[in-house]
Structure formats: structure tokens, C-alpha cells
């Protein structure tokens, strides 16, 4: 594991870190809306990273802009829009110096990702993506399911005081437990130790609220059905946030793309998850898989 470092992506800082040899495939992890890379744990960087040994990836987490330690906005006041944010997740492989990696994504991550694959499908090797929906709608629309209403009650309750650390810690436990979807024991303590250490290293906890305030400047993409890179859908059967319908519906938008269903997953990358999600990704990014020579 390398340490974390400052890159300049688009005229912005933000902070990345990498796992594993730069010699082998790069994979970028693309965390969800209001998210830093914390949430993509460090012994599942390192696992993906070590998986197979000599098969291994060089693995890139960043946090986006108003998480973690990345450039902040004044709250309320976000200066860039969805838009930016899909351009970032290039830029971090610029500052890395590659060209083209594998594109991993989870929930608004994976929205991102698509939009990356669309707008520069020369630097995209292979897209997973998780707990997520079509980040472009298909052309004969889907009538897809919303958020189960427990989500939806704990959207419209008021939120935390973002000026009390412990009111946002409580805050985001409430909000991880209910992301899980129920089929397991949740796993409070490690949740906790994570919540308390992603709100420390913060620059600006409150900032990350500007993720809910992005629109996508208005651009004509061509439709998901374009998309000619190799895809696999990993999505939870009890995720809340996006039912399974929207994993099944992005399957069969993208030609080729393959669907794994997590029967008691939630929606995020979950420990329980950890062993499958790993290999999964690894057998995707294989040269066979990813149709590299």
C-alpha cells in the first residue's frame, strides 16, 4: 500500500491512494454520492490488489470533491455539477499517468462510471458496477421501482447537526444500517469504527451534503445500449436504495453485460460480500474477461 498523496485532477485537489504494483492492470474504485474512499475499505483494496498474487490489480481510491480530504465548498454552495465529477474520475487516472483502467462503481459511483465509459470509452478497460442504476435513461423508459418506504421515511426525518460530530456520527449509522436491507445481523462495531474515522479525517463533514444538490449539466450521450466494454452488475436483493429491478434492467441495457445477484445484500459493498465481490471482479478484469489481447 502507497501512502495517501494530494493530485491535482481538473484544477482541484483531491486525495487519492493507491494499492498494490503499478505494473499490473489498474482498477479504479468510484465510490458513491456523498461517500469518500474510506467506504472502499483498506482489506478490500488490499484484497483486490493481492487476489492470485502475480494476478493482482493496482488499485486507485480517491475521494471525491466535498469528502474526506479532498477540496471543499461552502455547504449548500457546490462550484461544479455531476458533470465534473465524471470528468474527476479521469482526471485521477491522468494523474496516475494511465490511460485506460477498469472502471468499478458502486451506487452513484456506478452512474459515474457509465458516464466516464460513455464519454471516453478509450479509457475504460471494463465497467463493474454496484448497487446502482441507468445513468442514462433507456430510450423506451423503465418503470422502475422506488426506495422502500423505510428509506424514504429516514430521507424526509431531519438530519443531523452538522456541527455536532456525535449527531452525524449517529446520523450515518442510522443511515449505513438501513442501507444493509435487514437479511443480515448488522455489524455495528466495525460500522461505528468506520463512521467515527471517516467523520474525523473529514475536512468538512457537512460539505458532503453538496452531493445531493448536483445537477448534470445538460449534454447529448449516446444511449447505455452503445456501450461495447465488457460489464458485470453486482447488485443486492434487499438493497433499499435501488431494488433489484434496476440491477436487472442496467444488465439488459448494456450488450454483454452480466448480472450477479447478492441474495441477502443491501446495497454498498458489504463485508459479508467481500470474498465473492473480490473474485468477481477479478475473474471480470482477467484479459479473457475484459477482452484485452
Do not use: K
Not at 418503470?143 to 429516514?154: A, K, S, W
Not at 430521507?155 to 436491507?181: C, K
Not at 455495528?188 to 453538496?210: C, F, G, H, I, Y
Amino acid at each position: 500500500m502507497m501512502a495517501e498523496r494530494m493530485i491535482t485532477v481538473r484544477g482541484v485537489q483531491l486525495c487519492a491512494e493507491s494499492f498494490g504494483d503499478p505494473g499490473r492492470p489498474p482498477v479504479l474504485l468510484i465510490m458513491g454520492n456523498g461517500a469518500s474512499m474510506m467506504w472502499w475499505e483498506d482489506d478490500f483494496c488490499r484484497g483486490l490488489a493481492a487476489e492470485g498474487m502475480a494476478n493482482g490489480r493496482f488499485v486507485i481510491r480517491y475521494d471525491h470533491r466535498d469528502t474526506g480530504r479532498s477540496v471543499v465548498y461552502e455547504p449548500g454552495h457546490p462550484g461544479y455539477d455531476a458533470g465534473d465529477l465524471a470528468e474527476d474520475a479521469a482526471g485521477v487516472l491522468d494523474a496516475f499517468g494511465i490511460q485506460t483502467a477498469h472502471l468499478v462503481g458502486v451506487s452513484a459511483g456506478g452512474a459515474l462510471a457509465q458516464l466516464v465509459a460513455l464519454d471516453h470509452p478509450d479509457r475504460t478497460s471494463s465497467l463493474t458496477l454496484i448497487s446502482t442504476t441507468l445513468a442514462v435513461a433507456a430510450p423506451e423508459g423503465h418503470d422502475l421501482p422506488g426506495p422502500t418506504g423505510e428509506f424514504r421515511d429516514f430521507l424526509r426525518a431531519s438530519g443531523p447537526d452538522w456541527a455536532d460530530r456525535d449527531s452525524v456520527v449517529a446520523y450515518l449509522m442510522r443511515y449505513t444500517e438501513i442501507l444493509a436491507g435487514g437479511r443480515r445481523a448488522f455489524e455495528e462495531r466495525e460500522v461505528r469504527r468506520l463512521v467515527e474515522a471517516d467523520v474525523l479525517r473529514a475536512r468538512s463533514p457537512a460539505s458532503a451534503q453538496n452531493h445531493d444538490l448536483l445537477e448534470e449539466t445538460p449534454r447529448a450521450r449516446p444511449p447505455l445500449t452503445s456501450l461495447r466494454v465488457p460489464t458485470l452488475v453486482v447488485h443486492g436483493a434487499a438493497d433499499p436504495m435501488f431494488p433489484l429491478a434496476h440491477g436487472r434492467a442496467l444488465a439488459e441495457q448494456i450488450p454483454g453485460a452480466r448480472l450477479l445477484v447478492l441474495p441477502d445484500a443491501g446495497h454498498g459493498v458489504d463485508r459479508a460480500d467481500w470474498p465473492v465481490l473480490i473474485a468477481a471482479i477479478h475473474d471480470h478484469t482477467t484479459s479473457r474477461a475484459a477482452g484485452e489481447p
